[in-house]
Every structure is written in structure tokens, then in C-alpha cells.
């Protein structure tokens, strides 16, 4: 049972690590917001950010 824990937390850490930089900047921003905001204010800067993001650098592209 603890080797699975282990197992799912690693896989979860080798995740993240495997995100651009700015993605991970990004979801901790998102997740700090959540502390002092309301599910409505959260569900704005997400969109917001959301938006901003695919048109940065490390965005979408139709190339890929």
C-alpha cells in the first residue's frame, strides 16, 4: 500500500517536472489564488490566464 502511494506521488512529481517552466509559474498562481478569492473571482483569473497563456510563447500552437 505504501509502495503505491510512493508510486502515484512520483508519478504526479514526474508530471509537473515534465511541464515548461511557465506552466508550472503558472498552475501555482492559479492555486495561490484560490486562498483568498471566491469560486467566482478563481473562475475568472483561470479563464483569464487561461487566455493569456495560449497566446504566450510556451501557448497552443496548430503546428505541433
Given at each position: 500500500?505504501?509502495?503505491?502511494?510512493?508510486?502515484?506521488?512520483?508519478?504526479?512529481?514526474?508530471?509537473?517536472?515534465?511541464?515548461?517552466?511557465?506552466?508550472?509559474?503558472?498552475?501555482?498562481?492559479?492555486?495561490?489564488?484560490?486562498?483568498?478569492?471566491?469560486?467566482?473571482?478563481?473562475?475568472?483569473?483561470?479563464?483569464?490566464?487561461?487566455?493569456?497563456?495560449?497566446v504566450g510563447?510556451?501557448?497552443?500552437?496548430?503546428?505541433?
Amino acid at each position: 500500500e505504501l509502495e503505491e502511494v510512493d508510486d502515484f506521488i512520483q508519478s504526479k512529481i514526474d508530471f509537473i517536472c515534465s511541464n515548461a517552466p511557465e506552466a508550472v509559474r503558472t498552475t501555482k498562481h492559479i492555486l495561490n489564488y484560490f486562498e483568498d478569492h471566491s469560486q467566482s473571482e478563481i473562475k475568472k483569473e483561470t479563464i483569464k490566464t487561461i487566455a493569456e497563456k495560449r497566446v504566450g510563447a510556451e501557448g497552443f500552437c496548430l503546428d505541433r
